[in-house]
């Protein structure tokens, strides 16, 4: 193994410890973050009394939780229910590890050991061990500031990302109880479903930069406009399909607790349901991370070009950016859990494939008829005149679409589902 | 529909769901920022002024008894045994004694605040205004026993006393 390569295991290994521990301190204090905004909106104080302000809250859960009986019921198949929470925490752990959090970071390491034993005192014993165990680690040039920088980047995430439904599938039909079975099936129904208009939606960005990895769709970004503004629509389609990909309301429909109890976790205690709990955070640090990096530049600083160049302070300042970003859109999932009420089944498949899809396909081909007219008939080269172009589409499109869907006549009500017989015979 | 559900009339054509959606996420985000009402409860108690948070109980509250004692300590009772008689959760007991002048007592007088219902009848009942059920509501103890309130500790009371109901002042003013 040459130095060059061990150097780079061993920066993708601090990485993915950074990453993995950030993440699920992170998810913990999502959901004291979830029952403070929840509480706020409903002229309360929320969790304050553990710590200050009640930031060990979250602590208080899990121990508490590490603690608590592992419930098995006697009906169960054992084998599927046990592995069924790994099944839903795996893949949504995994999608955090290809997002680029921030700027590249320039590396000139010549050896990992020297650097070590500047550490005081324990230095020198620690450069011996080190260069007894790998010998020269060295590194040097653009550190991605993603676990793993794929160049498949946002295929992978459509891959893993829907295998996070087999382990909720899973839970609801091992738990052998008719209210999991039933949150499981619509878990499966709702994910396959939203799964197309979430690909969709995702087919104009990739059309516009010409790659899947989410280097080049943050590099277009910077050299355009962020994506948001020429593709809004598919900006709200993925946004939407983002809400059901991680079953929060109003598409809470695998869980629905006035319906199903809790759905597929019903049967789960202890830290097998915090697993689930787990999964669904991470799922939606996934998606808004998603939605920053696809719609909203990344980790791109709006309006200066100094974060463009790879250093260190451009790599901190654009984590930091990038934090607010996701930390904006993760507020944005607890505010509309807090305010919509949740979709009725029929009406959350119709969204699905009645509206999201049609429009989809169809904002896919005229799409790409305006990038093609604009390139190839009105040899436009500028980008910022393309995407201008794009954005005067989309107001128009985005205007028509909403006009028409604000009118209810594609989700309908129950009032005209039952007069809907009567007034087809009439006419 | 077949089994009969009176389904309401929706006015869908008047309907904005855009609308309406951002009305109801500005009045949730508009809320989040006001101040909160919740009670921060044992740092913040019922106070008979009320202040910031604080908030008072009604001088009708019928809670933790109290038993009156006159000039000399002594507890008002006569031991006539109205109280017991009336009590529809049977939780007085009262034993009667006579001092050598012919004065009645209670020998032994106990209330278990587990079994009362807090009715105030035995405030009502009362000829001598001696028992009295307390505008007060932190009784909480470590054992059962413990809720069985002695004539001791009735008379060691101090909280405000309840006005009950008064069916010639209505609202209480």
Not at chain 1, 127 to 144: E, I, K, P, T
Not at chain 1, 209 to 234: H, M
Not at chain 2, 117 to 125: A, I, K, N, S
Request: glycine share 8%; hydrophobic share 50%.
């Amino acid at each position: 193994m040459s130095p060059e390569l061990k150097g780079l295991i061993l920066l993708s290994l601090i990485k993915l410890i950074v990453v993995f521990t950030i993440t699920l301190i992170g998810v913990a204090l999502l959901t004291l973050m979830e029952r403070k905004v929840s509480a706020w909106m409903q002229y309360r104080r929320g969790p304050n009394r553990v710590g200050f302000a009640g930031l060990l809250q979250p602590a208080a859960d899990g121990v508490k939780n590490i603690l608590k009986e592992e419930t098995l019921p006697g009906t169960a198949n054992r084998g599927l229910f046990v592995l069924a929470p790994t099944l839903a925490f795996i893949p949504a752990l995994t999608l955090g590890s290809i997002i680029p959090w921030a700027s590249p970071l320039p590396v000139s390491v010549d050896d990992f050991g020297d650097a070590l034993g500047r550490i005081w005192l324990i230095g020198g014993a620690l450069r011996a061990a080190f260069h007894a165990l790998f010998g020269q680690v060295s590194y040097h040039g653009l550190l991605s500031m993603a676990v793993a920088d794929l160049p498949i980047g946002m295929l992978f995430v459509l891959a893993v990302g829907s295998t996070g439904v087999y382990g909720i599938a899973l839970a609801g039909w091992s738990s052998n109880s008719k209210y999991s079975l039933l949150g499981g099936l619509r878990a499966s129904a709702q994910m396959v479903s939203y799964e197309v208009a979430m690909a969709l939606a995702v087919v104009p960005v990739l059309m516009l930069t010409g790659d899947v990895s989410f280097g080049s769709i943050i590099k277009a970004q910077q050299n355009g406009w962020w994506f948001i503004f020429p593709l809004f629509l598919a900006f709200h389609n993925f946004l939407v399909s983002g809400f059901a990909e991680t079953n929060r309301l109003p598409f809470d429909l695998p869980e629905a607790e006035s319906e199903l109890i809790a759905g597929y976790h019903t049967e789960y205690s202890a830290m097998k349901f915090s697993m689930f709990f787990i999964a669904e955070y991470a799922n939606m640090v996934t998606v808004s991370a998603m939605v920053v990096t696809l719609f909203l530049g990344g980790w791109d600083i709006p309006f200066i070009h100094w974060d463009e160049t790879p250093g260190v302070w451009q790599t901190v300042a654009t984590g930091g950016v990038m934090f607010l970003k996701t930390f904006f859109w993760l507020f944005f999932f607890m505010w509309v859990r807090w305010t919509l009420p949740r979709f009725r089944y029929d009406q959350l498949m119709a969204l699905g494939w009645k509206v999201l899809m049609p429009i989809g396909l169809a904002y896919v081909m005229l799409i790409a008829i305006v990038i093609y007219l604009t390139e190839n008939v009105f040899a436009v080269s500028s980008g910022v005149v393309k995407m201008a172009l794009l954005l005067l589409v989309n107001v128009v499109l985005s205007w028509i679409v909403f006009m028409v869907l604000d009118r209810g006549l594609l989700i309908t009500g129950t009032r005209q589902r039952a007069a809907l017989p009567t007034t087809s015979r009439a006419a | 529909m077949a089994i009969g559900v009176k389904v309401l009339k929706r006015p869908t054509r008047n309907v904005s769901y855009v609308r309406a959606t951002l009305k109801g996420m500005a009045i949730t985000f508009r809320k989040m920022l006001e101040p909160k009402v919740t009670m921060q409860y044992p740092e913040e108690k019922s106070a008979p002024e009320p202040e910031r948070g604080a908030w008072t109980l009604s001088p009708r509250w019928r809670g933790t008894h109290r038993m009156l004692t006159d000039e000399q300590g002594r507890s008002k009772c006569v031991a006539c045994g109205l109280c017991p008689q009336i009590c529809p959760a049977n939780c007085i007991k009262l034993v009667p004694g006579e001092d050598e002048s012919g004065n009645r007592y209670p020998l032994i007088y106990e209330i278990d605040e587990f079994r009362c219902v807090f009715c105030g009848y035995c405030q009502e009942v009362c000829p001598e205004e001696a028992i009295h059920v307390g505008v007060h509501y932190e009784n909480a103890e470590y054992s059962r026993e413990r809720f069985v309130y002695d004539l001791e500790r009735l008379s060691a009371q101090t909280h405000p006393v309840s006005t009950l109901w008064d069916p010639t002042d209505r609202k209480g003013e």
